[in-house]
């Protein structure tokens, strides 16, 4: 099944299925933030389409994106668990054996921006999945990695669903 395909697919189900939108929108954004399956879920982009199928049907914008948060937060909580139980093995596990550079990039990120990587992290590719990992790796302050992961996953799911909610809805 090609990219295009599979989203497709999922808001197709979605459509279908409005009852499960917040479950569904969290599973993907789970996914998208969980540092193992970030690079096979296509979630940010099948998030984008479900925030216009909000704007353009009967679901309801607020449990959508609170599903969305929660499985967000939820990822980059078990990816920051990996890093403090595996510390510096993880890059050597599968996915990540394949991609060293973005481990280290990850890293560098982290260092310089410390716990803002976590927040800033969560708006860009690779790095939205990976730095909670390597806070995690580091030994970040729990209660400061939970803070920045928890505020960033409610604003990351706001930006990705509100502006085809907004459009399909309003105008």
Do not use: C
């Amino acid at each position: 099944m090609s990219f295009h395909a599979l989203i497709q697919a999922i808001i197709d189900f979605v459509k279908a299925h409005e009852a499960w939108a917040p479950l569904i929108a969290g599973i993907l954004a789970f996914g998208e933030s969980f540092a193992f399956l970030s690079l096979l879920i296509p979630a940010t982009t099948a998030l984008i389409g479900i925030g216009a199928l909000i704007g353009a049907s009967d679901i309801l914008f607020w449990p959508v994106w609170v599903g969305a948060s929660v499985g967000a937060a939820l990822g980059d909580w078990i990816s920051y668990w990996i890093g403090l139980k595996v510390e510096n093995v993880a890059h050597r596990v599968w996915p990540l054996s394949h991609h060293p550079e973005r481990v280290a990039q990850a890293e560098a990120f982290f260092k310089r921006y410390g716990t803002w990587s976590i927040f800033i992290g969560r708006f860009f590719g690779p790095a939205r999945a990976l730095v909670p990992l390597v806070a995690g790796m580091f030994e970040m302050p729990f209660l400061a990695f939970q803070i920045a992961n928890w505020s960033s996953a409610f604003v990351w799911a706001f930006a990705l669903l509100a502006p085809g909610f907004t459009l399909l809805k309003y105008w």
